[in-house]
């Protein structure tokens, strides 16, 4: 009973602190959307104080939360930015890691992450139900868990969770990626199902295999930036204009992503230590274009590149100090957990950095996989104690 009445508790803190399904369905529903907000802060700030009052040292990873808050309310301060939207983006993933910090001390951690893997394949499943009638009621290309462009990053967390907690031969993981593969086709996005993609042949390789994990952190901490860095200036997608538009049925622009660059790439010339601050919305670049095959375009939009918008929001600093966190995180996995779990958790990093190449969500679920790992390494330690625990009596 005990078990089953903290397994509610963390279900319901991480649905109110990570808002994984799409907070736009309760736009019609204000008072609703108010409960939601409110009880998100109030366990924040519940979660804050436990932390704070119950512990007396400050673990590193939170150390470095605070760090990085501190870094983007410094470029916020300095462009100008808007102070609310910077406390709404941090809140949620300090307040997150402290309830994990906790739960870790309480011996809690294989409770929590059972938790949320049963949240997101509840989630998931609701989602794979109603992709008839998500036009219906959000609009085109609008559904309960996300947009279609974010769609695979809800599902990565799940997958992790769910790989994590169950294994990849328990049916619950493979229930869980057959809807998810449904659901992102529906969605028709290519950054998406580019990410998918890379993960089941990876799956089908096996992660298992011990060259794997090598291979994926040097993908993640300098083959992606380098194909990052080539696609937004460089252009190299140019020269595989028959794959681009022959299989993912898009133009050479990437669906106009290269004007929004072009526009963005100036902006950042001219500030580009600290940037301009948060906004209120991501939708920063006013995009002015002549275009031959479709209308002419006079809009704003977001960077459609986490990168790109990072460099716009808050500067070189702090997409330094973000790259640092990633590879002090990916060292970790490799130093702490298995072969199976440290290649899965990289093949989930990759896969989201895929998705970042053509959309900017945030860095909220790279953040969120890594505290994942975090978690899972605690569950080591929990198994490793009880085995001991086990032996001596």
Known sequence: MKIHKKLIICSVVFLLLTRIF??????????????????????????????VFHYKKISLSIIWGFIYTVVLFIATILGSGNYYSIIQRIYPLVSFL????????????????????????????VEFML??????????????????????????????????????????????????????????????????????????????????????????????????MGIVIFRIHEHFAFFIETILHKNITLTSRTYIWDTALELIKQSPFWGYGIAVTSNVFHVIADRIDAPDIDAWYSGHNQYIQMLYESGLVSLLLLIFLITYGVKKLNRFMSNVDASLTLTIIFSLLIVMVA???????????????????????ERRLNCKYADTT
């Open 131 to 228: 992709l008839p009638l998500s036009e219906l009621y959000w609009g085109e290309y609008i559904y309960f868990l996300s947009g279609r462009n974010q769609m695979y990053i809800v599902f990565a967390i799940g997958l992790l969770s769910i790989c994590f907690y169950y294994g990849v031969h328990d049916i619950r993981y493979k229930l869980y990626l057959g809807m998810s593969i449904i659901c992102i086709l529906y969605g028709e996005s290519s950054s998406n199902l580019l990410a998918i993609t890379f993960f089941v042949l990876l799956a089908i390789v096996g992660f298992e295999r011990k060259c794997l994990r090598k291979i994926l952190s040097v993908a993640v901490l300098v083959l992606y930036p380098l194909l990052n």
């Open 98 to 125: 402290m309830f994990i910090e906790i739960q870790i001390k309480c011996g809690c951690a294989r409770i929590l992450m059972k938790a949320i893997a049963n949240v997101c394949f509840v989630l998931t499943l």
């Open 359 to 381: 959309e900017a969500p945030g860095w909220d679920s790279i953040f969120i996989v890594l505290f994942l790992s975090h978690l899972q390494i605690s569950c080591y330690e």
């Open 22 to 51: 799409n907070y736009a369905i309760f736009d019609q529903f204000a008072l609703l959307k108010l409960v939601y907000a409110r009880s998100s802060q109030f366990v924040a700030l519940t979660v804050c104080f436990l932390y």
